[in-house]
């Protein structure tokens, strides 16, 4: 069993920044592919970003240039940078870890972005 908790959310104007962290602790034998999703109000769960094991990333194209995922390996730990924000970057953001064949989700963590 993998738990992952994510912390650094928060409420900032348009065109600040946040540093979201996902720490994930447990039984890992293995972490391959990580990655950040949001959900805002009222909308389904959207991908934000991935990276895998090796560094590779993909960001969806609305976050693209504003927001970097990266990770560190030896501590299970990945973060998401977020700058530029803007108010419709406001959701619940959910880390997400493959391990082996299966898949585990944090509890979320709140972005509000103000106008």
């Known amino acids: 069993q993998v738990q992952l908790v994510e912390s650094g959310g928060g409420l900032v104007q348009a065109g600040g920044s946040l540093r979201l962290s996902c720490a994930a602790s447990?039984?890992?034998?293995?972490?391959?592919?990580m990655g950040w999703y949001r959900q805002a109000p009222g909308k389904q769960r959207e991908l934000v970003a991935t990276?895998?094991?090796?560094?590779?990333?993909n960001y969806a194209d609305s976050v693209k240039a504003r927001f970097t995922i990266s990770r560190d390996n030896a501590h299970n730990t990945m973060y998401l940078q977020l700058n530029s924000l803007k108010p419709e970057d406001t959701a619940v953001y959910y880390c997400?870890?493959?391990?082996?064949?299966?898949?585990?989700w944090g509890q979320g963590t709140q972005v509000t972005v103000s106008s």
């Open positions: 997400n870890v493959l391990s082996g064949v299966f898949t585990y």
């Open positions: 447990g039984r890992i034998l293995i972490i391959n592919t």
């Open positions: 990276i895998t094991s090796g560094g590779n990333t």
